[in-house]
């Protein structure tokens, strides 16, 4: 039932910058944790970042000082502001969500958004 749809990806010049959306609906509300994550061909998916109903966040070593997680409560929406982005981000995105942070640290979801695809190159 839980819906997400993510955007904001593109094609951006390393050291250049990105913002994503993620709009999560379904059968909660005001979600307690939402997070993000990456992916490439033949890889993991990679967690990102996460952050909780009350702001509290967690990020990957990745992503520490570059990007910024946050969220509209009252829209159920994340964002993603990616800086100083590096040829190695690029992957497809994607979020999820769900009222057990647990589930976003062990990324175990019964469903994913299409994801959004990054890609940094000059």
């Known amino acids: 039932q839980l819906h997400l749809v993510e955007s904001g990806g593109g094609l951006v010049q390393p050291g250049g910058s990105l913002r994503l959306s993620c709009a999560a609906s379904?059968?909660?509300?005001?979600?307690?944790?939402m997070g993000w994550y990456r992916q490439v061909p033949d890889k993991a998916r990679e967690l990102v970042a996460t952050?909780?109903?009350?702001?509290?966040?967690n990020y990957a070593d990745s992503a520490k000082g570059r990007f910024t997680i946050s969220r509209d409560n009252a829209k159920n929406t994340a964002y993603l502001q990616m800086n100083n982005l590096k040829p190695e981000d690029t992957a497809v995105y994607y979020c999820?969500?769900?009222?057990?942070?647990?589930?976003?640290?062990?990324?175990?979801?019964?469903?994913w958004g299409p994801g959004t695809q990054v890609t940094v190159s000059s």
């Open positions: 999820n969500a769900s009222p057990i942070l647990k589930d976003l640290l062990d990324g175990y979801f019964g469903s």
């Open positions: 379904g059968p909660y509300f005001n979600i307690y944790a």
């Open positions: 952050i909780t109903k009350d702001g509290n966040t």
